[in-house]
């Protein structure tokens, strides 16, 4: 069991990761802190998708030079699977249209409320409800 779990290093520290992105997620009450916890949660998602599309002993790219003249079978199991790498680089794409987007409404609403502070904006805000405002 304990030579199973060695040997699968690489997803443990996946998982430790996504557990540090989750906690600044729910715990932190700084919106900035909330947004890098996001961008490692997202990032340890992103490393554990293209380490599943490696396979041990394989490192041919699953490019066939000359396929068209030649009519032999192609083992897929001698490939690489490119798949997981071509979504990644798309998450690699949205995550940081995410966060160029979400650090521009911090900014917003750092402009209107002068604080970060997740307590403090509802604060803000519930202040403002009760007055009328």
Known sequence: ?????????????YVILMMIGLYAMLAKRNLVKKLIGMNIFQTAIILFYVSIGVKAGKVHVPIIIGGHGTH???????????LPHVLMLTAIVVSIATTGVALAVLILIY???KTLNE???????????????
């Open 72 to 82: 032999h079978a192609i083992k897929a199991a001698d490939y690489l699977n490119p």
């Open 1 to 13: 069991m304990l030579e199973f779990i060695i040997s699968k290093y690489n997803f443990w520290f």
């Open 119 to 133: 307590d403090e904006i509802l604060a803000i805000r519930q202040a403002g409800r009760e007055t009328g405002a």
């Open 111 to 113: 402009r209107r409320y």
